[in-house]
């Protein structure tokens, strides 16, 4: 007998029974209740239905990065990056050669750390 093959038909693959959102539930709001959702949506950067979803769900709703944090964190990338190759230059010719710019790189980590506010 033959067997057939599952070709990939592309797409993207089919959500599970529990996670289709297939209800609908009307909510009545004041208008002050209505203005301040979307207030709430807008500066996590969702919309004002998942922010509903998520607060049901988490009891609150946590926001997304502003563009100066992602900001901060790729140069905080770049500098892994530095650290990196600093750490070859080391192994390869001694810690004593790159001293200093191991010092800077961790001012400067320490710096943006401190900007972040972590």
Known sequence: MEQKKEYNKGGRPKKEETEKLK?????????????????????TGISPSEYMRECFRNGQVKERLSEEHTGYIRQLCGMANNLNQLARKANARGFSEVCWDCKVAVARIHELINRIGI
């Open 23 to 43: 209800y609908r539930v009307a909510v009545k709001m004041a208008t002050p209740d209505y203005f301040r959702l979307l207030t709430q949506a807008h500066k």
